[in-house]
């Protein structure tokens, strides 16, 4: 379970998370949308402390820490227990896919080679990959490459993946192919927090939506509560934009 209490977070004095107050429960797939600028990335990295917040109450599992005085160790104990794929891939040009996939294990959790190899060679065999462990990236679409790094979460076993738009930087004909494996590991019942812009994934996989604007949530709710009955105008006008039409009304509204 993750809980965070008035969490805030600015850049240069300019204020990019107001007091985030929000409750992820162990298992559960919550996506994160929102414009430009609304601040939900920055959320997503302040889960793992890769962001550092300013203020506020962290809570991951049994470790509860305050922002403003939160400790090398006890950010080093939030880390061992997330995993983070992100929008560009960030692999290791030099070494190969296998390789790739084995650093974090034997770097960072100090697993033997042997057994980091085994590990490495089954999560990639999860996300389709069995034939490509002595490849480079450079020999590799973006959508494998991708799928390299959420096999390089993954085998660390963690208890929160995070994802921070995972398909953005992807042709469009590769975004699928990464989408259904993302489907597949929230099947397994991984705690998943996903920043994204693709709306019909997020209707399939997601236990909740949040609307994020202006560096509040301005609205949070089940994907048919957010994508067919939204209650605040921000979140209607954004849906509205980013569909092209103009069927979204109060819930209220539809009941009566």
Do not use: W
Not at 7 to 36: A, D, Q
Not at 93 to 120: C, F, I, P, Q, R
Not at 149 to 155: C, E, F, Q, V, Y
């Amino acid at each position: 379970m993750i809980i965070l209490k008035e969490i805030k977070k600015s850049f240069n004095k300019l204020p990019v998370l107001k007091g985030i107050n929000l409750k992820i429960n162990r298992g559960e797939v919550v996506t994160i949308l929102g414009p430009s600028g609304s601040g939900k990335t920055t959320l997503l990295r302040c889960l793992n402390f890769l962001e550092r917040p300013e203020a506020g109450i962290f809570q991951m599992g049994n470790i509860q820490v305050d922002a403003e005085k939160v400790t090398k160790k006890e950010i080093l104990s939030i880390r061992q227990q997330t995993a983070m794929v992100f929008q560009h891939y960030n692999l290791f040009a030099h070494k190969t896919v296998l390789e790739n996939v084995m650093e974090g294990l034997v770097v960072a959790k100090k697993v033997k080679k042997k057994d980091a190899k085994m590990v490495s060679e089954q999560v990639l065999a999860k996300v389709g990959l069995s034939d490509k462990l002595h490849y480079y990236p450079s020999q590799l679409s973006g959508g494998q490459q991708q799928r390299v790094g959420i096999a390089r979460a993954l085998a660390l076993n963690p208890e929160v993946i995070l994802f921070d738009e995972p398909t953005s930087a992807l042709d469009p004909e590769l975004v699928g192919e990464v989408l259904s494996v993302i489907k597949e590991i929230a099947q397994e019942g991984i705690t998943m927090v996903v920043v994204t812009h693709e709306m019909s994934f997020a209707k399939e996989v997601s236990d909740r939506v949040l609307f994020m604007d202006g560096g509040v949530i301005v609205e949070e709710g089940t994907p048919l509560e957010i994508f067919l009955a939204p209650k605040e105008e921000r979140t209607r006008r954004f849906l509205q934009r980013i569909s092209g039409e103009s069927f979204f009304t109060p819930l209220k509204e539809r009941v009566n």
